[in-house]
C-alpha cells in the first residue's frame, strides 16, 4: 500500500492544537469543572461495555475537537478502513494488518489479496476448540495414559505476554484441574522453575512461536524435550507432550512435533496483536472455549465500535487523542495504566509490549525522521498496591503522568467489604489527583496541587467479554495515535540489532581458545571478565 503520511507538525490542524495548548498550559482542572457543574457527566462515553470517564482532563470539548481534526487530516478515517480492506498497511513489512479478521464472527468477510481469511480463523478456532477439550476432559492424555495437570506454554514477546496476561485474569473463569505456566526467558532458571515440579507424564508443551526460529523459544522448547525424555525415555512420548502454534510447518516437523497438533496462524497477524489467535490456546485449555469465544465477542463489540463512531465519540480514538495531547503538547513522556483488580497484575506489562513496540519509532512511513514525540513509556500495576508506593510521585512529584483508571462495578469474588473499600480508593485517587488540596498553614509538604489528568475505564466486571473489550480500546488507541504521528505501528526493527549482536557474541562466550573479540573496548573487556569468571581462557 503506498501511504503518504501527513506531517502532521505542518498542517493548520496541528498549529491549531498548538496554539490551543498555549491558553490551556495554566488552566486547573478544578476550575474547568467550576465553570461546567454538567462536565462530569458531558465527558464521558460508552464503547460496548466500557464507560470513559474523561472529564478529569486538562482539556475541553473545543481540545477535543480540535485534535479529532487533527486525527481526520492525519487520515484515521481512511486508514481504519485500509486496515478492514485487508491493505498492507504495515508498509515496512509489507503486510497486511488483520487481527480484527481473528474475532471476526463466523459468517463475516475481510479479505486480503482477494480471499476471505475469516473460514480459515474459525477453522482453527474449531480445532483449537476440539483439542482444549479433549485436554480439559481427560480424554487427550500423556504417553503413559496419564491426564494432563500442567500445560507450559513456551514462546517470548508477542507469544508470550498475551496469553499470560489473560491467564491470570480470566483465573476466575479457570478450569482448576489445569494449571498454565508460561516460559519466555532464555535463562535457564524460567524453564528450571517452571518444570522443577513437574511430573512429565501430566505436562503438555505447547511451543508458541510464530517464526519458530525464535532463539529464546527454540532453546528453552529444546530443554523441555530433554527434560520429557530423561524421564519417559522414548522418543514416541513427544507427539503425546508437545504440540505447536506457529506459521512454520517446516521448522515444526523438523523440531519433532506432529503437524497434525500443529495450530496455525497468518503472517498478518502481528505477534503482540496475537492472543486472540492459536497463540491463545493455552487459554483456552484454560477457560474452555466457550469463555475464548465470548472475549472474541468482546474485541469484536469494539473493533465495531472503533469502525463505526465518528472521532468524537470513539473510545478508543478519543484514548488516543488524549494521550497525544499530553505527549505532544504538555511533554508527558509516560503513560501510566493502573487497573484496580488484582487479576489484571499482569495488563500494564501487557500494554507495554502492545503501546511500545507499535508506536516506540522514530521515522514516518516514507522513511523521514519523526519531528513530534511518539509513544510514551508505558507503566503501571494494579491499585491499591501502587498507592503505598509510587502514586506519591504522581501527586506531589514534579512530572505529569497521565494516567488511565480501570475499574470495575462487580467484583470477581465477594469477599467481605473489599470491593468497596477497593472502588473508593478507586475513586479517591481520581479526585485526589485532579482537585488537590491546599496546604495546611506552615505544612508546605501537605499540599496537593491537583491538575493531573486521568481517565476513568469502569466495566461492570472484568469477564471474558470485558476483557476483549479492554485489549482491542489499546489495540485501537496504539493505532490511533500512530496514525497521527505517521508512523508504523506494525513492525518492531528495533529489536532486531540486539538479536543480532548476540548471534555473534554466543560463540565468543563459549570459544575454548581466546578468542579475537572486535567489539568496542567496554564490551570486549566485560566477555573477557566473563569468560575468566567461567574459568575460560
Ligand atoms: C511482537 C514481536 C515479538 C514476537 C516475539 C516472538 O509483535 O514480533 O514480540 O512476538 O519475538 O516471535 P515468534 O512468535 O516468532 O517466536
Known amino acids: 500500500m503506498q501511504i503518504s503520511p501527513v506531517r502532521i507538525s505542518e498542517t493548520p490542524e496541528w498549529h491549531a492544537v498548538t496554539a490551543h495548548s498555549a491558553s490551556m498550559r495554566d488552566v486547573h482542572i478544578r476550575d474547568l469543572f467550576a465553570s461546567d457543574p454538567a462536565r462530569g457527566r458531558s465527558m464521558t462515553l460508552d464503547g460496548a461495555d466500557l464507560h470513559l470517564d474523561y472529564s478529569k482532563n486538562r482539556l475541553t470539548a473545543e481540545t477535543i475537537d480540535l485534535l479529532a481534526r487533527v486525527a481526520e487530516r492525519a487520515g484515521l478515517r481512511e486508514r481504519i478502513a485500509a486496515m478492514w480492506a485487508g491493505e498492507h498497511i504495515n508498509v515496512s513489512e509489507d503486510r497486511a494488518v488483520l487481527h480484527i479478521a481473528l474475532r471476526a464472527p463466523r459468517g463475516q468477510s475481510i479479505t486480503t489479496a482477494g480471499v476471505n481469511v475469516v473460514p480459515a480463523v474459525h477453522e482453527v478456532l474449531d480445532r483449537m476448540a476440539v483439542f482444549a477439550e479433549r485436554v480439559r476432559t481427560g480424554e487427550w492424555t500423556g504417553y503413559t495414559g496419564k491426564q494432563i495437570s500442567t500445560v507450559v506454554n513456551i514462546g517470548i514477546g508477542g507469544s508470550d505476554l498475551g496469553p499470560a496476561m489473560a491467564y491470570d485474569a480470566l483465573r476466575p473463569f479457570a478450569e482448576r484441574h489445569i494449571g498454565c505456566r508460561f516460559v519466555s526467558n532464555v535463562d535457564g532458571s524460567d524453564i528450571w522453575e517452571a518444570t522443577e515440579d513437574l511430573d512429565p507424564a501430566s505436562t503438555l508443551f505447547i511451543v508458541s512461536s510464530k517464526t519458530f526460529t525464535t ?22 512420548a513427544v507427539a503425546k507432550h508437545f504440540v505447536a502454534v506457529s506459521t512454520n510447518a517446516a521448522k515444526v516437523a523438523e523440531f519433532g512435533i506432529d503437524t497434525d497438533n500443529m495450530f496455525g496462524f497468518w503472517d498478518w497477524v502481528g505477534g503482540r496483536y496475537s492472543f486472540d489467535s492459536a497463540i491463545g490456546l493455552s487459554l483456552m485449555i484454560s477457560v474452555g472455549a466457550n469463555a475464548f469465544r465470548e472475549m472474541l465477542d468482546g474485541f469484536h463489540a469494539v473493533d465495531e465500535h472503533y469502525r463505526n463512531a465518528p472521532i468524537r465519540e470513539n473510545l478508543p480514538a478519543l484514548l488516543g487523542l488524549i494521550g497525544v495531547w499530553y505527549n505532544d503538547f504538555f511533554g508527558a513522556e509516560t503513560q501510566a495504566v493502573l487497573p484496580y483488580n488484582h487479576y489484571l497484575s499482569r495488563f500494564p506489562a501487557y500494554l507495554q509490549q502492545l503501546d511500545m513496540e507499535s508506536n516506540g519509532k522514530s521515522v514516518t512511513l516514507s522513511g523521514e525522521p519523526v519531528d513530534v514525540a511518539t509513544g510514551p ?71 496537593f496541587a491537583g491538575n493531573h489528568p486521568t481517565n476513568t475505564i469502569l466495566a461492570p466486571k472484568l469477564t471474558p467479554r470485558v476483557l476483549g473489550e479492554l485489549v482491542a480500546t489499546y489495540e485501537h488507541k496504539v493505532l490511533t495515535q500512530g496514525v497521527i504521528w505517521g508512523i508504523d505501528s506494525f513492525d518492531q526493527w528495533g529489536v532486531e540489532l540486539g538479536k543480532e549482536l548476540a548471534q555473534r557474541i554466543v560463540p565468543e562466550l563459549g570459544a575454548s581458545e581466546t578468542p579475537d573479540l572486535a567489539h568496542d573496548s567496554s564490551t570486549n573487556t566485560l566477555i573477557a571478565r566473563y569468560r575468566a569468571g567461567r574459568g575460560r581462557k
Open 215 to 236: 532463539l529464546e523459544t527454540i532453546t528453552n522448547a529444546k530443554t523441555a524435550r530433554d527434560w520429557l525424555l530423561a524421564n519417559l525415555s522414548d522418543d514416541a
Open 377 to 447: 513509556v508505558v507503566w503501571g500495576t494494579p491499585g491499591t498496591n501502587g498507592q503505598h508506593a509510587y502514586y506519591q510521585l504522581i501527586h506531589q512529584g514534579t512530572r505529569i503522568i497521565p494516567a488511565d483508571f480501570i475499574g470495575f462495578v462487580a467484583p470477581n469474588h465477594e469477599v467481605g467489604e473489599h470491593h468497596d473499600l477497593l472502588m473508593a480508593n478507586f475513586f479517591a485517587q481520581t479526585e485526589a489527583l485532579a482537585f488537590g488540596r491546599p496546604a495546611p498553614d506552615g505544612q508546605p509538604y501537605r499540599y
